[in-house]
């Protein structure tokens, strides 16, 4: 069994589950609430909904409930990772430029 991780500025996944505070139900305000997690924040709250649905046992509404919310959150941490990326390939960029090689791997990529 896995203990929950209690962080008072991420909403508790396996909270409500009835009523329009209930992640993923009404689409719009989850997903607006989701979009203004930090990274950190997204991440630790995808590990704990898929924690709770691995862990199974809910009822059939509040499983969709969790993997709707499950699926907003995976998609913020990628479009957030995405943004990372580009910062440091930026960062990276020589003044030609051209990206700089950094490792292995990238010269081998050319």
């Known amino acids: 069994m896995t203990s929950r991780r ?3 500025s991420a909403p508790d996944p396996l909270g409500p589950a009835s009523g329009t505070d209930a992640p993923g139900i009404g689409g719009d305000p989850a997903a607006a609430e989701v979009s203004s997690l930090t990274f950190d924040e997204a991440l630790a709250e995808l590990q704990v909904t898929v924690a709770a649905l691995e862990e199974g046992g809910l009822q059939l509404e509040r ?3 969790l993997y709707e919310r499950g ?3 995976h998609e913020r941490c990628a479009r957030l ?4 990326e580009i910062r440091v390939r930026r960062l990276v960029d020589g003044a030609s430029g051209r990206p700089e090689l950094t490792d292995e791997a990238d010269a081998e990529a050319v």
């Open 6 to 8: 209690s962080d008072a």
């Open 71 to 73: 699926v907003l959150l």
């Open 63 to 65: 499983t969709l409930e």
């Open 81 to 84: 990772l995405g943004d990372a």
